[in-house]
Structures are given as structure tokens and as C-alpha cells.
């Protein structure tokens, strides 16, 4: 059974960066998109980014451009979503999910979320 | 980015109803269309893709269908477990935009 398990909960400072992981364990991972999506306090869901190791192809929601790093490492199947320049409304749950092709592209697996504070 | 406008923000039911939320997007998005519920202080579960068919374990009381332009997600004879909030999501084209999203509220 394919699971997604992410690094744990940060605090951060404004202007620092934070880098979280997301391990895929129980199946294959390069021939999946695993996308970051991040939900603040009271809030709804938003797609951040997307990783497809496969074809090394990365896409960036334009709200992030150039504050966010999304990346792989195929040896550890692990993702990583790096986010710099960090503000006080990056304070939110930040979680990765498995796109699935035989599901429309559907988010069919989810990370359990990983909470990130940024305050002085 | 394509936008999902998702109503209505909040419903008030009682065990044994049935319920339906809308989305609709600003643009074509084919049947690339999800549902997923998701608790307080859990990640969101998949409900529904390709606009009607049902994930792997998900009970047959939730159902999707579309009409026109917009996209339904019906839940029959409304359980304890299933007061919630939920989101549609367009998986056309990134990034993949999600509706407001609905909290299901016990009446």
C-alpha cells in the first residue's frame, strides 16, 4: 500500500527558507506527479507546485515563482518542496499528494501534512 | 489559472438527508473534475474523479454527475461520519484549482 509520509512541523523566522520532505514508500515513485499543496489556518487548498521524476519536469504555480524549489531524490523516493523568503501568511499545513494518471490526475494519496509557523 | 467557484460555502443537514453541492469552472475542464472531503486536522481524502467515478472504498451514497457546466456531488441518506467539509478540484491543467470549498454542518 503506497504511502506518503512527510517531515515533521516547523517554526520558522520571516525571510528564512524551510525545506520539507515527502517519502513515498510501498510503490514506484518516479512514474507519478507528486504535487505540493498548502492549506492556512481556516482556509481552503492551494496547489503550490508539481514534481514528475520521470521526465525531471517541474511546474511552479505563478504565485510562488521564484520562492519555491520543488525537487526529487529517485534513491530515497523522497520529495522535497523547498519554500525561501518565508512571510508570516506561509504559516499553513503543507501537504504533499500522488496525481494519479488512472484517476483523471486526481489526488488519490496525501501526505499526512506538515505544519509550518513562521513567526518572529 | 482556471477558477472554481463552489457553492454552497456552508449547508446545514440532518442525519438521513440528501445533499448536493455545485462547482462550476471558468472554463472547459472536460471530465477532469475530483471531489474529496476532508475532517479538521486531516489531510483530504479523494471522493470522486473523472467527475462520477467512485474511488476505491468510498460508499456508494456519495455520487457525481454533471449538468451543463456545472459539476454535483450528491451525498443520499447523509451518515455522522460524512459532516465534513468538501472540495472540487479541476485536474485539466495545472495548477489544479479547488473550489472554496462546502462544510457540511449537523442541522
Known amino acids: 500500500q503506497v504511502q506518503l509520509v512527510q517531515s515533521g512541523a516547523e517554526v520558522k523566522k520571516p525571510g528564512s527558507s524551510v525545506k520539507v520532505s515527502c517519502k513515498v514508500s510501498g510503490g514506484t515513485f518516479n512514474s507519478y506527479a507528486i504535487n505540493w499543496v498548502r492549506q492556512a489556518p481556516g482556509q481552503g487548498l492551494e496547489c503550490m507546485g508539481e514534481i514528475i521524476p520521470i521526465f525531471s519536469k517541474k511546474e511552479y504555480a505563478q504565485k510562488f515563482q521564484g520562492r519555491l524549489t520543488i525537487s526529487a531524490d529517485e534513491s530515497t523516493s523522497t520529495a522535497f518542496m523547498e519554500l525561501s523568503n518565508l512571510r508570516s501568511d506561509d504559516t499553513a499545513v503543507y501537504y504533499c499528494a500522488r496525481a494519479a494518471a488512472t484517476r483523471e490526475n486526481a489526488f488519490d494519496i496525501w501526505g499526512q501534512g506538515t505544519m509550518l509557523t513562521v513567526s518572529s | 489559472d482556471i477558477q472554481m467557484t463552489q457553492s454552497p460555502s456552508s449547508v446545514s443537514a440532518s442525519v438521513g438527508d440528501r445533499v448536493t453541492v455545485t462547482c462550476r469552472a471558468s472554463q472547459d475542464v472536460s471530465s477532469w473534475l475530483a471531489w474529496y472531503q476532508q475532517k479538521p486536522g486531516k489531510a483530504p481524502k479523494l471522493l470522486i474523479y473523472?467527475?462520477?467515478s467512485l474511488q476505491n472504498g468510498v460508499p456508494s451514497r456519495f455520487s457525481g454527475s454533471r449538468s451543463g457546466t456545472d459539476f454535483i456531488l450528491t451525498i443520499t441518506n447523509l451518515q455522522p461520519e460524512d459532516f465534513a467539509t468538501y472540495y472540487c478540484?479541476?485536474?485539466?491543467?495545472?495548477?489544479?484549482?479547488f473550489g472554496q470549498g462546502t462544510k457540511l454542518e449537523i442541522k
Open positions: 473523472a467527475v462520477s
Open positions: 478540484q479541476q485536474a485539466k491543467s495545472f495548477p489544479g484549482t
